[in-house]
């Protein structure tokens, strides 16, 4: 079945310029139909009888293209069901990887979840920028660096718990090119854990 977005214009429709606008989208030109003779249903009383609707089709193929892609792209995190696995991604690396726009791209994963571990998510949060690296050139997530520093807190010694300093310090030991402002924030922001002073246990 196609994925179909409706849409309702307030004047006469320009299908040349329209099928020009789909095109900058790479939606194909027979994805558009006018659908105004099959709006006997709705009651003439709504103002949506005064407009002009048609439709956009994303073809199954298409969806099934993107959601696979991504499902590549992201396997270890699939087969795991860890987030630590995340890898850096982007719309505009799965639009170049199935030769789609980004926009049809976004239109897809609106609201598209999937499930694992019996857990119902987005996939567009999987969408992650490509804002860290290991010192050897590695794309690293957010998700991996959050993952590490949870670990680290979980780990730590409760009468001395470990500083932004600290944790910073031991995430380049483990190879990881981050900085303590970022460390600070993942913390705080991300992982809503205070502060060393807060979590210290005499």
């Known amino acids: 079945m196609n994925k179909v977005l409706k849409v309702f214009c307030e004047n006469d429709i320009d299908f040349d310029l329209l099928k020009l606008l789909l095109n900058k989208l790479n939606i194909k030109h027979e994805e558009v139909?006018?659908?105004?003779?099959?709006?006997?249903?709705?009651?003439?009383?709504?103002?949506?009888?005064?407009?002009?609707?048609?439709?956009?089709?994303?073809?199954?193929?298409?969806?099934?293209?993107?959601?696979?892609?991504?499902?590549?792209?992201?396997?270890?995190?699939?087969?795991?069901?860890?987030?630590?696995?995340?890898?850096?991604?982007?719309?505009?690396?799965?639009?170049?990887i199935v030769g789609k726009d980004i926009s049809t791209v976004s239109r897809i994963l609106e609201n598209r979840t999937y499930i694992i571990e019996n857990e119902t998510f987005y996939y567009n949060d999987l969408l992650n920028q490509h804002d860290f690296s290991t010192f050897d050139g590695r794309p690293v997530s957010r998700f991996e660096v959050l993952e590490e520093i949870r670990s680290l807190i979980l780990n730590e010694n409760k009468g001395k718990p470990l500083t932004d300093d600290d944790i910073t310090s031991e995430l380049i030991k483990l190879n990881y090119n981050i900085a303590r402002r970022t460390v600070a924030k993942y913390r705080n922001e991300f992982l809503d854990i205070p502060n060393s002073n807060i979590r210290r246990i005499n």
Do not use: C, H, W
């Open 33 to 96: 139909k006018n659908v105004s003779s099959d709006n006997n249903d709705l009651s003439k009383d709504s103002d949506l009888t005064k407009k002009e609707p048609f439709t956009i089709e994303l073809s199954e193929s298409t969806i099934n293209s993107v959601i696979n892609t991504i499902k590549i792209l992201q396997k270890n995190y699939f087969s795991t069901g860890k987030k630590r696995f995340v890898v850096p991604m982007i719309l505009e690396d799965i639009a170049k």
